[in-house]
């Protein structure tokens, strides 16, 4: 695989219902491999990387806010449920032989780091992979506004967002077979057009801090190298204006 040269350092949000693969909760395995191998690709051909993962596929804090659980403790659940999967993937990347650490936004030294910004930049430094947990560590705050943050903090040249899809649509494209694929947008178009790509705040933090989203399928095989290569037409990608 030959990456972009302008892409040096990446951060790579995955969602933890892609980790479930055609199951209706938890891990699939094979995926979480999979990945691990996809990765592995990468930080071979000298790219520093950086991951968030969700938690979606043992608990959503909003979907528990929806049935009467305070809202905080729900989110704090879903915290913690995406330290699970982190731990998984770390532990998959290790055995395909990439140094990897997890850090958490929620302290929890039996298992993990806790997140510290210069400490997670070192590991990368050094050609360790590392996952970022518990999201931003608060409440009422997504994993996709945790990742646009971290990707700020680490000086990522790129976010990318792997998905069930191969791109942004203007639709649920399993729903509507009418839906518009986009090849490129803007943040601003992303905003006004209401597409469901990321949250509001994780949409202007990446704004701010001019750092292109690629949003691309998990799912296709070999997705990840072939996003990097600048592959046409498997990935949607966001930038600002100018």
Do not use: W
Not at 43 to 55: M, N, T
Not at 190 to 200: E, F
Request: glycine share 8%.
């Amino acid at each position: 695989m030959t990456a972009q040269p302008s892409f040096r350092r990446i951060l790579l949000k995955l969602s933890g219902e892609g980790l479930m693969g055609q199951q209706e909760y938890g891990l699939d395995e094979r995926v979480v491999e999979r990945l691990a191998k996809e990765i592995k690709v990468a930080h071979d051909a000298g790219l520093e990387i950086c991951l968030v993962i969700g938690g979606g596929n043992i608990f959503r804090g909003v979907t528990g806010a929806t049935r009467g659980m305070d809202r905080a403790t729900a989110d704090h659940m879903g915290m913690l449920a995406t330290v699970i999967n982190a731990l998984a993937v770390q532990d998959a990347l290790e055995r395909v032989g990439i140094p990897c650490r997890v850090q958490s936004a929620i302290p929890m030294s039996a298992v993990c780091e806790p997140y510290i910004r210069r400490r997670a930049v070192r590991h990368m430094e050094k050609g360790r992979v590392v996952i970022f947990a518990a999201g931003t560590g608060n409440p009422f705050f997504t994993t996709d506004t945790a990742a646009a943050l971290r990707a700020a903090e680490m000086n990522c040249d790129v976010l990318m967002k792997a998905t069930q899809v191969d791109g942004v649509y203007s639709d649920d494209p399993k729903t509507n077979p009418d839906a518009v694929r986009y090849d490129r947008l803007t943040f601003t178009e992303v905003l006004v057009k209401g597409l469901n790509v990321m949250d509001a705040s994780a949409i202007a933090l990446a704004r701010e801090n001019n750092i292109p989203i690629l949003v691309f399928s998990l799912h296709a095989e070999r997705s990840l190298g072939r996003v990097l290569e600048g592959e046409k037409g498997i990935c949607t990608i966001i930038t600002r204006e100018d």
